[in-house]
């Protein structure tokens, strides 16, 4: 790999636009110390609540946390929650909302987990899953199409969470405008649309995505991992695929060149998985865009997601200490 201050060097400054499903994650803390006389349920003493991003926008922080300049663009809804997730964007310091388009009749996601001590007890979902409407794909179209001539992008992220903003149409207008321009497309993909992502340059399931995809069990070992994948791009006609495996790391496999391996994890003391998948797709968008061999790409992004799961709740990566454990690692 590059010297690191020429890989870091490398991502300041990428443009890397973010669309998808953006949500709120809220946190509701407190104290346990009976049971309700009413149901045998926990009574939770309410001692904070605190709200984040989340879904693409939690990736968006990862891309902004690492150096570049991300876009965010989703769909939300008319109401008071869309308010507060703009509200939020501006705290974080990300670009303007401009590409946050309000669809009247939906409502903006909002996930509240209600924790006690370090336990996580209850989450509770306020969603809308339907695809966003033909109006609203149509305007973002417009409007992403003029952003780029203006000002270029080096990498698309699509994050898909399966709320709606990524329907069929979405997904084939972006990777077309992407074509047309050259971008590379990255995809962190949900079940509904998982074959619809046709042309993307690098495809990033899970494990359980991958087999529920393929309609198959596939185990975390190197041959069934391979004829998977190998399968995927007959379908997809993609480049790269990176397969997530939970404790066992990451699965990489570059379709171009044939070949490709599992890089096991780093041992953590894993405390949350919430939000690793954000952080993996962040970094290894970033890291491709930047010219990183895959190989390297998928140690990297494996090291990140890592870290994150080393932090309670949906957060982004901490920049300096992955860029730390690169070099301590000597990747």
Same mark, same amino acid.
């Given at each position: 790999m590059k010297q690191l201050d020429s890989w870091l060097t490398s991502l300041r400054g990428l443009r890397v636009l973010v669309l998808g499903d953006v949500m709120i994650d809220?946190?509701?803390?407190?104290?346990?110390?009976?049971?309700?006389? =009413?149901?045998?349920? *926990?009574?939770?003493?309410?001692?904070?609540?605190?709200?984040?991003? %989340?879904?693409?926008?939690?990736?968006?922080?990862?891309?902004? $946390?690492?150096g570049a300049d991300p876009v965010l663009v989703a769909v939300v809804g008319q109401d008071q929650e869309a308010a507060e997730l703009e509200r939020l964007v501006? =705290?974080? %310091?990300?670009?303007?909302? /401009?590409?946050?388009?309000? $669809? *009247?009749?939906?409502?903006?996601?909002?996930?509240?987990?209600?924790?006690? %001590?370090?336990?996580?007890?209850?989450?509770?979902?306020?969603?809308?899953?339907? *695809?966003v409407s033909p109006e609203s794909v149509a305007s973002l179209m417009v409007r992403l199409e003029e952003e780029i001539r203006q000002t270029p992008v080096d990498v698309i992220i699509l994050q898909d969470y399966d709320k709606g903003v990524l329907s069929p149409a979405m997904i084939r207008s972006v990777i077309g405008l992407a074509g047309r321009y050259q971008i590379?497309?990255?995809?962190?993909?949900?079940?509904?649309?998982?074959?619809?992502?046709?042309?993307?340059?690098?495809?990033?399931?899970?494990?359980? $995505?991958? /087999?529920?995809?393929?309609?198959?069990?596939?185990?975390?070992?190197? $041959?069934?991992?391979?004829?998977?994948?190998?399968?995927?791009?007959?379908?997809?006609?993609?480049?790269?695929?990176?397969?997530?495996?939970? =404790?066992?790391?990451?699965?990489?496999?570059?379709?171009?060149?044939?070949?490709?391996?599992?890089?096991?994890p780093e041992a953590r003391d894993i405390i949350d998985v919430c939000g690793a998948g954000d952080t993996v797709i962040a970094v290894a968008s970033m890291t491709l865009a930047g010219g990183m061999a895959l190989h390297d790409l998928a140690a990297v992004a494996n090291l990140a997601g890592g870290l994150v799961c080393e932090r309670v709740g949906v957060v982004p990566i901490d920049a300096t200490a992955l860029f730390h454990e690169v070099e301590r690692l000597s990747i």
């Open positions: 809220r946190y509701v803390r407190g104290h346990v110390q009976r049971i309700s006389p =009413e149901a045998p349920v *926990p009574v939770v003493e309410l001692r904070s609540s605190a709200s984040r991003l %989340g879904g693409a926008a939690n990736v968006a922080l990862n891309v902004k $946390e690492l501006d =705290e974080a %310091g990300l670009s303007d909302h /401009s590409f946050l388009i309000r $669809e *009247p009749g939906r409502k903006t996601t909002i996930k509240t987990r209600i924790i006690a %001590g370090n336990q996580h007890l209850l989450r509770v979902d306020s969603e809308d899953t339907h *695809p590379p497309v990255t995809v962190d993909p949900k079940f509904r649309h998982f074959l619809q992502y046709a042309g993307c340059t690098l495809f990033k399931p899970n494990l359980k $995505e991958l /087999s529920e995809g393929l309609a198959r069990v596939i185990h975390p070992v190197e $041959e069934e991992l391979q004829q998977a994948v190998r399968e995927l791009h007959s379908l997809m006609a993609h480049q790269y695929t990176l397969v997530t495996l939970s =404790e066992k790391g990451i699965y990489w496999y570059d379709h171009g060149r044939d070949q490709g391996g599992i890089i096991p």
